[in-house]
């Protein structure tokens, strides 16, 4: 690529002219056309520049002819770099523009120069993907993103095992298996509003399509059952999906199928399971959780089993939400690794599922409730599209290797042809970073050298 199409020739002004004295007042399409190349190089707006650019129009003649020859070598120095680094997203931004005067969440240095990327803790809350390979730096990175934000609530979903080795340097305890979620409303709502928002999301991840209303049926009954023990005893208890469960026997069936009954029992067992996830009627406080540092160990859970209690989860922090002012400033952090367990579409062999689902309604909402979100994957296409859409900020670590996913990683991180076709290069560690609101192009740049820990690799 040649930004520079001819050789810079500039002649002195004429101090004999009028218009000496009021030189910066003229046109001159010398200097014009030379700041348009230093703009199209993104040179243009650091400090040196324009010092140099003043003094090549306002000062003396031998200031300014000196002053021009400066600015020409800078453009010829990028020429030969650009020719030699052969990277397709140059021109790299400068510190200016993306070390955010070295504030905020240091996410990777830019290649060649070092400069660090940082921005605001608060873009976090505009959610974030990132993509790559294994074994390619996917959980360093965010490691070392979360390490720097040991000031705000964390929740780690974490189906690999892995994290648990990084709770003490992320200040976070880890709760490991087995434990159990109760149905207990977030603090605002009623009993009524919540079940009846928790099942409509189970029939969902089950595919219960008519399932819903045995489902609110059951509820009832467990809800009425509920009120009667506490008005008998005169001490107060939670409910379970168990207690749902067993509610379904009551359900009059002259008004649904009978197999409606049996498919809404079967959904419940795939999500209660035989570890019981959701059997008991006192499980992990919820409201501690989401004002703490958590891993929580997912590894022995099914695979509807974590769709369900990330749905759960999200669900809960939506729901409370709704009695919060909106803030603009993160709040806490929720960080899904391994996403495909949790996010990706259900497709099978009878079929692709749907694009989108629930989740672009709770990511929306959760924004406004300072909650920002980190999914990792390895791949783009199986990720719910309203999901994908709703983060804003991209980072791939290692690059991609399915090149059928190219046109959307191009759209969604502003990419070129030539930047998309170098992604499949990419070595690990490499990365692209896009915080959209930090600095309008994709940077590329190098995750900084996490050690790895005593126990395994954590280079996921």
Same mark, same amino acid.
């Given at each position: 690529m040649?930004?520079?199409?001819?050789?810079?020739?500039?002649q002195?002004p004429? /101090?004999?002219?009028?218009?000496?004295?009021?030189?910066?007042?003229?046109?001159?399409?010398?200097?014009?056309?030379?700041?348009?190349?230093l703009?199209?190089?993104?040179?243009?707006?650091?400090?040196k520049?324009?010092?140099?650019?003043?003094?090549?129009?306002?000062?003396?003649?031998?200031?300014?002819?000196?002053?021009?020859?400066?600015?020409l070598?800078?453009?010829?120095?990028?020429?030969?770099?650009?020719?030699?680094?052969?990277? /397709?997203?140059?021109?790299?931004?400068?510190?200016?523009?993306?070390?955010?005067n070295?504030?905020?969440i240091?996410?990777?240095? !830019?290649?060649?120069?070092?400069?660090?990327?940082?921005?605001?803790?608060?873009?976090?809350?505009?959610?974030?993907?990132?993509?790559?390979?294994?074994?390619?730096?996917?959980?360093?990175?965010?490691?070392?993103?979360?390490?720097?934000?040991?000031?705000?609530?964390?929740?780690?979903?974490?189906?690999?095992?892995?994290?648990?080795?990084?709770?003490?340097?992320l200040?976070?305890?880890?709760?490991?298996?087995?434990f159990?979620?109760?149905l207990?409303?977030?603090?605002?709502?009623t009993w009524?509003?919540?079940?009846?928002?928790?099942?409509?999301?189970?029939?969902?991840?089950?595919?219960?399509?008519?399932?819903?209303?045995?489902f609110?049926?059951?509820?009832?009954?467990?809800?009425?059952?509920?009120?009667?023990?506490?008005?008998?005893?005169?001490?107060?208890t939670?409910?379970?999906?168990?207690?749902?469960?067993?509610?379904l026997?009551?359900?009059?069936?002259?008004?649904?199928k009978?197999?409606?009954?049996?498919?809404? =029992?079967t959904?419940?067992?795939?999500?209660?399971?035989?570890?019981?996830?959701?059997?008991?009627?006192?499980?992990?406080?919820l409201?501690?959780?989401?004002?703490?540092?958590?891993?929580?160990?997912?590894?022995?859970l099914?695979?509807i089993?974590?769709?369900?209690?990330?749905?759960?989860?999200?669900?809960?922090?939506l729901?409370?939400?709704y009695?919060?002012?909106?803030?603009?400033?993160?709040?806490g952090?929720?960080?899904?690794?391994d996403?495909?367990?949790?996010i990706?579409?259900?497709?099978?062999?009878?079929?692709?599922?749907?694009?989108?689902?629930?989740?672009?309604?709770?990511?929306? =909402?959760l924004?406004?409730?300072?909650?920002?979100?980190?999914?990792a994957? !390895?791949?783009?296409? /199986?990720?719910f599209?309203?999901? =994908? !859409?709703?983060?804003?900020?991209?980072?791939?670590?290692?690059?991609?290797?399915?090149?059928?996913?190219?046109?959307?990683?191009?759209?969604?991180?502003?990419l070129?042809?030539?930047?998309?076709?170098?992604?499949?290069k990419?070595?690990?560690?490499?990365?692209?970073?896009y915080?959209?609101?930090?600095?309008?192009?994709?940077?590329?740049?190098?995750?900084?050298?996490? /050690?790895?820990?005593?126990?395994?690799?954590?280079?996921?």
């Open positions: 040649s930004l520079i199409g001819r050789n810079y020739s500039f002195n004429d /101090p004999n002219s009028r218009l000496y004295r009021f030189k910066s007042l003229r046109y001159d399409p010398e200097m014009e056309e030379l700041k348009q190349v703009k199209a190089i993104n040179k243009w707006e650091t400090r520049i324009q010092k140099l650019y003043r003094r090549a129009k306002k000062g003396t003649a031998r200031g300014s002819q000196q002053a021009v020859i400066q600015l070598k800078i453009i010829e120095d990028y020429k030969v770099e650009h020719m030699e680094a052969d990277d /397709p997203y140059m021109p790299h931004a400068t510190a200016e523009q993306i070390s955010n070295r504030q905020g240091h996410v990777c240095n !830019q290649t060649g120069d070092g400069i660090p990327m940082s921005p605001d803790a608060d873009e976090f809350q505009l959610n974030t993907l990132v993509i790559g390979p294994p074994k390619a730096g996917k959980s360093s990175a965010i490691f070392y993103g979360l390490s720097q934000m040991l000031f705000l609530p964390i929740l780690i979903l974490d189906i690999k095992n892995i994290w648990r080795h990084r709770a003490q340097a200040n976070a305890k880890v709760i490991q298996p087995p159990h979620i109760d207990e409303p977030p603090y605002g709502i009524y509003d919540w079940i009846f928002s928790v099942l409509d999301g189970l029939a969902l991840i089950t595919g219960l399509q008519y399932g819903v209303v045995p609110i049926e059951a509820a009832k009954i467990a809800l009425q059952q509920r009120e009667k023990y506490i008005n008998h005893t005169q001490s107060n939670s409910l379970s999906l168990m207690d749902i469960y067993h509610a026997d009551f359900v009059n069936t002259s008004r649904f009978r197999d409606y009954i049996l498919s809404c =029992k959904a419940l067992q795939l999500i209660i399971g035989p570890n019981e996830l959701f059997s008991a009627r006192e499980g992990l406080p409201n501690e959780i989401f004002t703490g540092r958590y891993i929580i160990e997912c590894c022995y099914s695979m089993q974590c769709r369900f209690l990330a749905f759960y989860f999200l669900n809960y922090l729901q409370a939400s009695h919060c002012l909106e803030s603009s400033h993160l709040k952090i929720i960080f899904i690794d996403s495909s367990s949790f990706n579409r259900p497709d099978n062999a009878f079929g692709s599922a749907p694009s989108t689902g629930f989740w672009g309604h709770i990511l929306s =909402k924004r406004g409730a300072g909650r920002g979100l980190i999914f994957d !390895q791949l783009v296409d /199986p990720i599209d309203d999901v =994908k !859409q709703l983060c804003t900020n991209w980072i791939i670590v290692g690059g991609l290797r399915d090149t059928q996913n190219y046109n959307e990683v191009m759209s969604a991180m502003n070129t042809r030539d930047q998309a076709d170098y992604i499949g990419m070595k690990p560690r490499e990365c692209i970073a915080f959209p609101n930090l600095y309008p192009k994709p940077i590329h740049g190098v995750i900084p050298f996490v /050690p790895s820990i005593a126990e395994g690799d954590f280079d996921e």
